[in-house]
């Protein structure tokens, strides 16, 4: 099993869909991440999960609701979007201490129509 | 002003160069720092992590110093397959990382 999982690995939908990004890790991590990369623009962190308890939601529109059942599975939520939302969703899980680093999924390239 | 700023580019290099690359940092209480590669339309990977006593591993070498809050990494003897979007990334005392926007390099044939 690879570490860090994602499917699908390419989504179109809708404008009016209710579609979900699954995310799980296999590395026996303690936090989850979901991160945002549009075409040319930095990685937007979105939601941070440590120790299955949300820490961070930076300001992300509520279109989007992230859901961490336990350490090893996170979900990405999505209904109404808009087509600027289409990006490359990515996952990644680390240990919350130490100099551990980020390890990531391949990503779920959304398209919103 | 950013946490995280790097130069995006593009650096274009020919093969056999020698190419380095800087990023800084704002916030002070960071805790521990790395070098990600990504390729086009792919995931962010680990290159390396940095050390203050600064690290190397084969043609990368990377340096911290954490009272300008600078970071860099060097390539050597650039070969085709460096050429990809190179992430400096910032991990804070919890959890939370923090990716520079990233420098672009083309190394030419």
């Known amino acids: 099993e690879t570490g860090v999982t994602q499917t699908p690995r390419h989504l179109v939908m809708g404008m009016t869909n209710k579609k979900s990004l699954k995310c799980e890790q296999h590395l026996g991590h303690n936090a989850m991440y979901w991160y945002k990369q549009s075409a040319k623009k930095p990685l937007e962190l979105m939601f941070v999960y440590s120790l299955e308890e949300r820490v961070e939601n930076n300001s992300v529109p509520s279109r989007f609701s992230p859901e961490c059942p336990n350490s090893s599975h996170l979900f990405l939520h999505l209904h109404t979007l808009q087509p600027e939302d289409s990006a490359l969703y990515l996952c990644?899980?680390?240990?919350?201490?130490?100099?551990?680093?980020?390890?990531f999924g391949q990503g779920t390239r959304l398209t919103v129509v | 002003r950013k946490e995280v700023e790097q130069d995006p580019g593009p650096f274009n290099v020919p093969e056999g160069a020698t190419v380095a690359f800087n990023c800084t940092y704002s916030n002070s209480a960071s805790q521990s720092f790395f070098w990600y590669r990504q390729d086009c339309r792919k995931e962010p990977k680990l290159l390396m992590s940095?050390?203050?006593s600064g690290n190397e591993d084969g043609r990368f070498t990377a340096q911290l110093n954490r009272a300008s809050q600078y970071i860099s990494l060097l390539i050597r003897d650039s070969k085709l397959s460096d050429s990809a979007t190179y992430l400096c990334?910032?991990?804070?005392?919890?959890?939370?990382?923090?990716f520079g926007p990233g420098t672009r390099l083309s190394v030419l044939p």
């Open positions: 990334v910032v991990k804070d005392y919890g959890q939370n990382f923090v």
């Open positions: 940095v050390y203050s």
């Open positions: 990644a899980s680390s240990q919350v201490s130490g100099r551990t680093e980020a390890f």
